[in-house]
């Protein structure tokens, strides 16, 4: 990779970064390309170049953001009766690097934007099989029922984080 190639790479990188952040804070609809371009110190014609509409710039956030988590998922190398639980420590430590990438994931449901619903549909469809699949290759009864309490779990750890409320995760030792 050429020295400009590396340049695009990491300004990229921190358009995603920014992105974010600003969508994790304000909102969608609050959040504009001219918000990132300023974050980043860069100009909103160079945010274009990477991402041709907000839509776009939104979408590749949640995918990265997606990538991650199911990288993280996959690295997890457990016996059947730990596996959801690493599974777990793995997307818990995900929040504590990644907030408000993952944050924005599990909520991308929420938007309503027909592009972003699609995605999110299918993406919670590909953890859904994901996790289902590693469940049962584990030999974990029930698997899809199983699969289901674990996304589940994922969904009530962010509406805790999202409200600032750990008394509804059900890990919280109160």
Not at 4 to 25: G, H, M, P, W
């Amino acid at each position: 990779m050429s020295s400009k190639d590396e340049v695009a790479a990491s300004r990229k990188d921190q358009i995603l970064r920014s992105a974010a952040d600003l969508f994790a804070t304000q909102g969608y609809y609050k959040t504009t390309t001219a918000h990132v371009a300023e974050a980043v110190g860069v100009t909103q014609p160079y945010v274009f170049h990477f991402f041709k509409s907000k839509e776009q710039l939104y979408l590749a956030v949640l995918e990265h953001a997606f990538n991650r988590m199911q990288n993280a998922f996959a690295a997890v190398n457990a016996p059947a009766d730990q596996l959801a639980q690493q599974m777990g420590e793995a997307f818990n430590t995900l929040l504590a690097t990644h907030r408000n990438e993952l944050l924005l994931l599990m909520q991308s449901y929420t938007t309503p934007e027909p592009q972003v619903r699609q995605f999110a549909k299918e993406r919670y469809s590909e953890i859904y099989e994901r996790v289902k699949e590693r469940f049962e290759n584990a030999g974990i009864s029930d698997a899809g029922r199983e699969a289901s309490v674990f996304i589940s779990c994922g969904l009530i750890i962010t509406l805790s984080e999202i409200l600032e409320m750990p008394k509804l995760s059900p890990w919280c030792e109160s």
